[in-house]
């Protein structure tokens, strides 16, 4: 397969800009995915610990880009369970 993209590379070189840049999509989509599924709010293991959100506390940023949230003054709404 590699084979294949360097000679399409060589017999085309506009086609090298399109390699790099779908390999860097690529690349941050897997980033991103992995850093979904690593997140605090999500269970692997359901014997352990079957609700994590409810042990994050309130000044936890939840978003990736929080833009008009301010999480440290944030308090509590809710019972401890």
């Known amino acids: 397969m590699l084979r294949i993209i360097r000679d399409h590379a060589r017999k085309h070189p506009g086609l090298i800009p399109q390699f790099f840049f779908i390999c860097l999509g690529m690349g941050g989509a897997t980033l991103y995915l992995i850093r979904l599924a690593r997140g605090p ?38 019972p401890d369970f």
């Open 41 to 78: 709010h999500v269970t692997w293991n359901k014997t352990s610990n079957p609700e994590p959100w409810n042990q994050l506390s309130p000044t936890y940023q939840y978003k990736f880009v929080a833009v008009n949230t301010d999480y440290k003054n944030l308090k509590k709404e809710g």
